[in-house]
């Protein structure tokens, strides 16, 4: 069983920054794929990033120059650094883990799911 926490949601304004944070359990956390999805009000969940174990990284279009997708295997934990934010990034942004080391852009190949941490970006 994987247990995932996000954390450093929060509000910012419009072309700032942010870094939000998971923290996995588990022995193996270094074999998971990673991800981050966000999910607005009346809209379907998205993916938004993914890193490997290996830390290779792939990104949603809308995202990518924008945002960084890191982790840290002594650690247990996958970062994602927001930069340029923009009023469309406002969601709830999920972790999430896959129990192999292949990333996925859908939502049903992963596993496991953090609990959400809200990031609201102000106009």
């Known amino acids: 069983q994987v247990q995932l926490v996000e954390s450093g949601g929060g509000l910012v304004q419009a072309g700032g920054s942010l870094r939000i944070s998971c923290a996995a359990s588990?022995?193996?956390?270094?074999?998971?794929?990673m991800a981050w999805f966000r999910q607005a009000p009346g809209k379907q969940r998205e993916f938004v990033t993914a890193i490997t174990g290996g830390g290779s990284t792939n990104y949603a279009g809308s995202v990518k120059g924008r945002f960084t997708i890191s982790r840290d295997n002594a650690k247990n934990t996958v970062y994602l650094q927001m930069n340029s934010l923009k009023p469309e990034d406002t969601a709830v942004y999920y972790c999430?883990?896959?129990?192999?080391?292949?990333?996925?852009?859908?939502?049903?190949?992963?596993?496991?799911w953090g609990q959400g941490t809200q990031v609201t970006v102000s106009s």
């Open positions: 999430a883990a896959r129990t192999i080391w292949v990333v996925s852009t859908r939502a049903d190949q992963y596993n496991y």
């Open positions: 588990g022995r193996t956390f270094r074999d998971y794929a």
